[in-house]
């Protein structure tokens, strides 16, 4: 009769093991991000709630069944390159367009949100917004909502459209985040249209802080990470059920301590 050697038992318990653990493993893969947003218009929105202040990602026309509101953390606004210019987001770099360092250079690829209501079929078009806030609630009825995080492959800047002109950044990473990178928001009165432009594909997380000074007294911060994609493809990212990895590390421990049981007790 044909014996296995122990290193060959072994081995193929260990691979039996881990590609059981793997196809588990696997049927609990899910999406970066639960919600991608490549048309339609969505706001940056300070909302003041149970005397604090949140930032959430407001749906400005929401279609029917539509949430009103998403989690910035699972959301993310997708931007492409397409030869089909009625879903392209890709530009070459206007000269007016000086705010991206000196590695951008004129004519070079940017990717843009959608400039207006008009172009929110293209790209998503992304306001600044606390609309929901009532006047009276914060002095001068003002917020004011500072970029005080980055990261992403390239540079991001974030401005008014100002169409044929020369935009004048409220937010801008080529120099570094300081005190001027700032809007100001007005409660209670709808919402700003921004254009914001980022360099490089990948995925870009901008980090703002909304502020204000209440009028009975009292300051309220609130922070909240939006994620920009540019040729982002939303993969499924692998994460282990709770307790999948130890039941089947523990299954192959034991299928393994068997066999070394009756080897000995045969040797005996």
Not at 149 to 164: M, N, R, Y
Not at 167 to 189: E, H, K, Q, S, V
Request: charged share 15%; glycine share 12%.
């Amino acid at each position: 009769m044909r014996t296995i050697s122990a290193r060959r038992l072994t081995a193929a318990v260990l691979g039996t093991a881990f590609a059981a653990l793997t196809l588990l493993v696997g049927t609990a893969a899910h999406a970066q991000f639960d919600t991608e947003l490549s048309t339609g218009h969505y706001d940056i929105e300070i909302e003041f709630e149970d005397d604090a202040l949140a930032l959430v990602v407001g749906v400005d026309d929401p279609l029917p069944g539509e949430p009103e509101f998403y989690d910035p953390a699972t959301t993310i606004y997708q931007l492409q390159t397409s030869a089909d210019p009625a879903i392209n987001d890709q530009f070459p770099r206007p000269a007016s367009f000086d705010f991206f360092g000196p590695d951008v250079d004129t004519g070079d690829p940017i990717w843009l949100t959608a400039a207006g209501s008009n172009d929110q079929g293209i790209a998503p078009l992304v306001g600044l917004a606390a609309e929901d806030i009532a006047p009276g609630t914060f002095v001068n009825d003002q917020l004011t909502l500072r970029l005080v995080g980055f990261s992403g492959p390239g540079q991001a800047a974030g401005f008014l459209p100002v169409p044929g002109g020369t935009p004048t950044p409220a937010f801008r990473t080529d120099n570094g985040l300081d005190a001027t990178d700032f809007a100001t928001i007005i409660t209670g009165a709808g919402h700003t249209d921004y254009v914001f432009a980022f360099t490089a594909p990948g995925v870009y997380a901008l980090t703002f802080e909304a502020s204000g000074t209440l009028v009975s007294g009292g300051t309220r911060t609130g922070t909240g990470t939006y994620n920009f994609g540019v040729n982002f493809v939303n993969v499924p990212v692998v994460v282990p059920e709770a307790g999948t990895v130890p039941l089947m590390l523990g299954a192959g421990c034991s299928v393994l301590g068997g066999l070394v049981i009756r080897r000995r007790g045969k040797k005996a």
